[in-house]
């Protein structure tokens, strides 16, 4: 993959570069604030531009609002937020676009695990922290007021991009008792039920968030 790299630590940005060219992929651009990296990406056209939230100018969200910014203009850009603080207000209209992750970097535990969700970020999925997801859930709580605990926990594992076979084997149910809670998941969230996984987390938080 050719990868835009959004940090305004140094000592990270070179790290986390370092490690992605070890990884096979190829580093186009660097960016240490917002504005370098909406040019960066603009310039290089990456397949994925990995941002932190915080950046330069304002040390504030400037790395989120940088990435709707890019998004907006590069529909197809993969986009991975990579931070140590959950925003939820721009990260909502990103993952329901699709082609989006973001994890913790205090959370990142395995590097395999990490650069395969870079890759599957790259190719149209999504790839999010438990914890992000459930602080996304928390701002729009009411629409899931019918679900019983067991759909809720289902629809929090559904939202990290688990398929079915993957959350029936984190809750020791068979895949069909999973198939189940996602039918009257959706049912209760009037979804139509789609064959595809990650179109079927983006439209559960497409809802959520609307």
Known sequence: MRIVIGEDSALFREGLARLLADAGHEI??????????????????????????????????????????????????????????????????????????????????????????????????????PEVVSRMIGAHRDPLASLTAREAEVLGLMAEGRTNLGIARRLWLTERTVETHVGSIMAKLGLATGEEHNRRVLAVLAYLTG
């Open 28 to 129: 186009v651009g660097r960016a240490g604030d917002a504005p370098s990296l909406v040019a960066a990406v603009a310039e290089a056209r990456p397949d994925l531009a990995v941002i932190d939230i915080r950046m330069p100018p304002d040390l504030t969200d400037d790395g989120a609002r940088a990435a709707r910014r890019v998004r907006d203009e590069f529909p197809e850009l993969g986009i991975v937020l990579l931070s140590q603080h959950i925003e939820t207000r721009n990260a909502v209209e990103l993952v329901a676009q699709g082609r989006f992750g973001y994890l913790l970097k205090d959370r990142v535990f395995d590097v395999e695990d990490f650069l395969e969700a870079l890759r599957r970020v790259a190719a149209g999925g999504s790839a999010l922290d």
